[in-house]
Structures are given as C-alpha cells and as structure tokens.
Nanobody, 122 residues
Framework: QLQASGGGLVQAGNSLRLSCVAS????????LGWFRQAPGKEREFVAS????????DYAASVKGRFTISRDNAKSTVYLQMNSLKPEDTAVYFC?????????????????WGQGTQVTVSS
C-alpha cells in the first residue's frame, strides 16, 4: 500500500516536497515513480527511480526543477518540486513497479497510491 502526502496550494516559483510511504517489507525491491493528472487530461509521467538508485528519469517538462529520491530505510519515495509553475497543477500519484528499472510507462507499475493535490497559483 502506498500513501502519498505533501500536496498543497503554493504560488508560482515556490517549492513543495511530496512523500510517499509504502507499507510492507519489500520496498527496496521496487522501482518507483511519480505521475500526475490534471483536470480533463490523461495521467502523465513525472519522474522515476530504479530499484537500486542507479538511474532516474524525468519528463522533459520537469527536468531541472524536480528531483526524485528514495529512502529505503524509511520505505519512502520523495519528489522535490522547485520553481513550480501553474501548469504543474495536478493530482500527483506515486507508484511502485516490480521491475528493477526506472520506467516512464504507467503500464510498468503494479501498485498505486491514492494521490495528493498540488495547486500552483500564478
């Protein structure tokens, strides 16, 4: 089970850090990802991190502004979001994949959190 938190309302240019805590004892076995869905749009890839923190991947729209990281001891994956823009407004979902590599495809992910709302005002 994945539980995302940390969303909120911020002004453009500010930062937020999302957290996603996983239950269970096999957290380190999963690759992890963040996706987002804005109103009226399809869910889209944001960032992913491989099982052993070897590789990360980012959507072009967030590269250089967002950073994904994981703390296996705390069974938590983070998404640090800096220089937020109004177009970053969406519900953000964390996801876990049984595959070891960082993937941008939602089909690769087996487990999903409930989502946390991020709203960026201009």
């Amino acid at each position: 089970q994945l539980q995302a938190s940390g969303g909120g309302l911020v002004q453009a240019g500010n930062s937020l850090r999302l957290s996603c805590v996983a239950s269970g004892r096999t957290f380190s076995s999963y690759a992890l990802g963040w996706f987002r869905q804005a109103p009226g749009k399809e869910r889209e890839f944001v960032a992913s991190i491989s099982r052993y923190v070897v590789t990360t991947d980012y959507a072009a729209s967030v590269k250089g502004r967002f950073t994904i990281s994981r703390d296996n001891a705390k069974s938590t994956v983070y998404l640090q979001m800096n220089s937020l823009k109004p177009e970053d407004t969406a519900v953000y979902f964390c996801a876990a994949s049984l595959n070891p590599y960082a993937s941008s495809s939602s089909f690769e992910y087996n487990y999903w959190g409930q989502g946390t709302q991020v709203t960026v005002s201009s």
